[in-house]
């Protein structure tokens, strides 16, 4: 199991910015696909940022042109760096990481424990 450990969250007013990191250990993740998930106040976990091992993106609706996932493999470390926040971003956010299979060889995943993100009016 990859361990993974975010970091960077906190209070920020509408249309300020927020870096979040996400280290991984316990495994090797340059094959895996890192994902950050968030879980606003009384809602479901959502999928809002996805990268893939080749640097291939995809975003969530509600985030596109505001956020950006990337990843430094050598790091073992995805960020999502958050621009124009609005207060419906507030939520706490997880990173993922995707269980992958590479040569016959299986790498597990895991999740993040969290990191919470409020954005005030």
């Known amino acids: 199991q990859v361990q993974l450990v975010e970091s960077g969250g906190g209070l920020v007013q509408a249309g300020g910015s927020l870096s979040l990191s996400c280290v991984a250990s316990?495994?090797?993740?340059?094959?895996?696909?890192m994902d950050w998930y968030r879980q606003p106040p009384g809602k479901q976990r959502e999928l809002i940022a996805g990268?893939?091992?080749?640097?291939?993106?995809n975003y969530a609706d509600s985030v596109k042109g505001r956020f950006t996932i990337s990843r430094d493999n050598e790091k073992n470390t995805v960020y999502l760096q958050m621009n124009s926040l609005k207060p419906e971003d507030t939520a706490v956010y997880y990173c993922?990481?995707?269980?992958?299979?590479?040569?016959?060889?299986?790498?597990?995943?895991?999740w993040g424990q969290g990191t919470q993100v409020s954005v005030s009016s």
């Open positions: 990268v893939t091992r080749s640097g291939v993106t």
């Open positions: 316990g495994g090797i993740t340059r094959f895996n696909t």
């Open positions: 993922r990481c995707e269980p992958a299979v590479e040569s016959g060889r299986y790498f597990p995943g895991g």
